[in-house]
Each structure stands twice: as C-alpha cells, then as structure tokens.
C-alpha cells in the first residue's frame, strides 16, 4: 500500500528566503507525482506535474525534483514571498488510474 | 475557461440524513474524481468517473456513491450520515490519465 510522508509538517520562514519541502512515498511504481498548494478554506492548485520518466519540473520560482528509486520528490521555492504561505501537498499517482494518494501536507508560512 | 465548481459550498446535515453534493468540472475534462479531507485522514481517494463509467473506487463503506451524466458533471451521495462524515469534498478534473487534476474548492459538510 503507498504511503506518502510530507517533513516537515511546518515551517516558518522570513521572506526572500529559499528553502525546500521534501515528500517521500513507499511504493517506486509510480505514474507521476504532482505538487499542489492550498489555501485556508479553498481546494486545491497544482502547481507541478513530474511524469515517472523525467527528473524534475520548473515553473517561475518553483522546482520539483524526482527520485523514484529512492522514493523522493523535493519542492524547491526561491525568494520566498507572504503570498506563498498556504498547505502544500505532494501526491503520487499509480497506473494512470487517476487515484492520487496525498502525503499530510506541509504548512509553509512566509512572515514579512 | 471555468473552473470546477462544486455545489453547494456548505451543509448542515443531521445524523441519519442523506446528502447529494454536484460538481461540475471544466468544459472539455471527462474525468472528475472525488476526494474526502478530514484534519485526521488528510485527504482520501472515494471515486472517478470517466464517460460515464465508475473506473476506481477508494476505501470507503457503500453509503458513499457517485455518478457521472452525459455531459461529464457528476454527483456524489452520502446516505444515512454519521458524525464521521463531517469533512470538506473536493471534486477534481483532468483530460485524461496523467494530466494534472484541477480541483473545486470544495462542499463543506458538517453532521451533527
């Protein structure tokens, strides 16, 4: 059964700083992995989508990394801004089924 | 482009009742799948419909059920609640297998 850990479970940060979220999932059979962002009250952003054949994924400021043989995926966010604190949630997907199994989520807050 | 909405945003149900929530996902997306997230679970896989046709099913009793129409919006169903279905649903889309979801921002139940 896969199972999906999100460390820390929260972190604080002043602004402009770099940092790094880590995920790391049980099963290495896995389709992708996606990263998402939540904010209080809201459903869920993806913010990127890592297929099992490729490494890594960049959008703006965000970089995602993905190791499947050792089971590991890292969100990197640099210069940190207040308006990237939300929940974020890593989530792995098996056999194109469309069933996402989410890790708890890292709370990530940016003071100013 | 609209995003997925979801309907209603909150309920207020009593224990014994049963509760259809509805989601539309966005134009074109034929794939919709539902979500369960409790502060305790995090969040859990119930179903996905794809054309019409149920092609996963998470771990969950058969008081919980869904369906998808024609024009790809689908309902879920919740009968006889319990206070342990107190939970935000989220309702996702996606073109197909392996593509990003993108999700509603929920129906708020909360059963007393």
């Known amino acids: 059964k896969q199972e999906v850990t999100q460390i820390p479970a929260a972190l604080s940060v002043p602004e402009g700083e770099n940092l790094v979220l880590n995920c790391s999932f049980t099963?290495?059979?896995?389709?992708?992995l996606q990263w998402f962002r939540q904010d209080p009250g809201k459903g869920l952003t993806s913010l990127l989508l890592i297929q099992s054949s490729q490494r890594e994924q960049t959008s703006g400021r965000l970089n995602a990394s993905l190791d499947k043989s050792s089971g590991r995926s890292t969100l990197y966010i640099a210069a940190s801004q207040p308006g990237d604190s939300a929940t974020y949630l890593c989530a792995v997907e098996q056999g194109g089924s469309e069933k996402l199994v989410f890790g708890k989520g890292t709370k990530l807050t940016v003071n100013p | 482009k609209a995003g997925v909405t979801q309907t209603p945003r909150y309920l207020i149900k009593t224990r014994g009742q049963q509760v259809t929530l509805s989601c539309s996902p966005i134009s074109g997306h034929r794939s919709v799948s539902w979500y369960q997230q409790t502060p305790g679970q995090g969040l859990q896989f119930l179903f996905e419909y794809f054309s019409e046709t149920q092609r996963n099913k998470g771990n969950f009793p058969g008081r919980f059920s869904g369906r998808q129409f024609s024009n790809s919006r689908s309902e879920m169903n919740v009968s006889t609640l319990e206070l342990g279905d107190s939970a935000l649903y989220l309702c996702?889309?996606?073109?197909?297998?392996?593509?990003?979801?993108?999700f509603g921002n929920g129906t708020r139940l909360t059963v007393t």
């Open positions: 099963d290495s059979a896995i389709y992708n």
């Open positions: 996702a889309s996606s073109l197909a297998g392996s593509s990003p979801l993108h």
